[in-house]
């Protein structure tokens, strides 16, 4: 009977049943299975409500969505090209870093491809760039910034794990700059041999352009700064970002009206934050069972007899991931797998820090590898291009993600360099 119900979620799942059901579900079954009080789901979701730590998540989302609103991304892009215009692949460059600030800020790679796609595509093209080279980097680029402060993944990883947040924000600096770098430095050759005509475009100032932007590009930097030092908590730290952001888009640039657009936009904002926090719920009531089935501990056993070193992990883990990030979205990812795989990195050997880094890595790639990568579908909708046509679009950013995932795995030095300092 419990096999045949387990079958049945499992089957109403991939047809479409929401995550977080079929989560409970599963739960629910494994606690009746073992004579357990269902009882202990509700102690969960109690004790995630008593968690303070989470009160981050809305606060930095709502920052986020107040962020996409306006003119932030004319203002950043006008900066990212007053810095790397002048580069041959200079323009590729500017969607490139534009597209990571954005995803860092919102924490969600699919509002950085639907905010920023719209701007960066067109003038990509009208740069002279293919229209399918343009395609390839404007959906890759939704999952650059995942390393960088305040991320959403990164808290949520820390919460989970137990892995200090301050850590993991220093330690993914080093890391989400790498990847950022391999993939400036493959468009810069791109320009070069198609000779992407720099004197085309217009010039833009550095100073004006620092100036307009500055209120915003500091944000990350606050954040880090506050959160390494110790002044404040990164629950604190999201709070003094929503009051910074409202002050600058209110009082600055005046381009939101408190009266008729912030509402709409908390609305929004908090729908995300639901969807998060319930997937959270149960994910808790799910590992509660697990821990009390002792899978965890099997599954180490299994993985014992199969692999026996810390490179053969790693490389199983790599595979592993990429494979749960085509399938699930990142927050789902963190809340299901992460405690599964804690204690098989402790027991190879993998500092958790390292492993913070590296999931987010694993699950950036897994977002733009077909066949079911996430960032290749809402791009194929957004840009209403065929899913085929994106596939071969994404194929070439792809293999410089490959390269840059095979560098933070095999070197970890390159995540720990800045924890360590």
């Not at 079929?22 to 739960?27: I, K, P, R, T, Y």
């Not at 073992?34 to 730590?53: H, K, M, S």
């Not at 899978?295 to 014992?304: F, G, R």
Request: with cysteine; net charge positive.
């Amino acid at each position: 009977m419990i096999t045949a119900a387990l079958i049945l979620i499992v089957i109403l799942s991939l047809l479409g049943l929401p995550l977080f059901l079929g989560l409970f579900g599963v739960a629910a079954l494994g606690l009746y299975s073992n004579g357990v009080n269902y009882q202990t789901i509700f102690i969960e979701v109690l004790r995630l409500a008593d968690a303070p730590l989470l009160l981050a998540i809305p606060l930095f989302t709502f920052a986020g969505y107040l962020l996409a609103h306006g003119g932030t991304s004319r203002r950043v892009v006008r900066l990212s090209q007053a810095f790397f215009g002048w580069l041959p692949g200079g323009l590729a460059v500017v969607a490139l870093v534009t597209a990571a600030f954005f995803t860092a800020i919102t924490g969600a790679t699919g509002i950085t491809i639907i905010a920023l796609g719209g701007l960066l595509l067109p003038a990509l093209i009208e740069d002279h760039y293919t229209e399918e080279f343009s395609l390839g980097l404007v959906t890759i680029s939704g999952s650059l910034g995942l390393h960088f402060p305040p991320s959403l993944p990164v808290i949520l990883f820390g919460f989970v794990s137990g892995v200090s947040i301050r850590d993991l924000f220093v330690a993914g600096v080093v890391p989400g700059l790498l990847i950022l770098a391999l993939c400036s430095v493959f468009a810069i050759l791109v320009g070069k041999k198609w000779k992407i005509l720099v004197a085309s475009r217009p010039k833009v100032r550095i100073l004006p352009a620092l100036k307009e932007a500055a209120w915003e590009i500091a944000i990350p930097g606050f954040v880090l700064a506050g959160i390494y030092t110790g002044i404040v908590t990164a629950t604190e730290a999201s709070a003094f970002m929503v009051v910074y952001v409202l002050i600058v888009k209110v009082v600055v640039f005046k381009e939101l009206s408190l009266r008729t657009e912030l509402v709409p936009i908390m609305v929004e904002s908090m729908k995300m934050v639901g969807a998060i926090m319930v997937i959270l719920a149960a994910s808790l009531a799910l590992t509660n069972y697990l821990v009390d089935a002792f899978v965890p501990m099997k599954l180490l056993h299994l993985i014992q007899g199969l692999v026996k070193t810390q490179l053969g992990f790693l490389i199983a883990l790599n595979l592993f991931l990429i494979l749960v990030g085509c399938m699930m979205d990142i927050f789902s990812a963190i809340l299901v797998v992460v405690p599964l795989i804690m204690p098989l990195a402790k027991q190879f050997g993998v500092h958790p820090v390292h492993l913070g880094v590296l999931f987010l890595a694993n699950l950036a790639i897994g977002y733009n590898t077909p066949p079911v990568g996430l960032n290749l579908f809402i791009a194929s909708g957004r840009f209403e291009q065929p899913i085929t046509r994106v596939y071969r679009a994404a194929l070439p950013f792809l293999l410089v993600l490959f390269i840059s995932l095979f560098l933070i795995t095999y070197f970890p030095s390159i995540s720990l360099i800045m924890v360590n300092h």
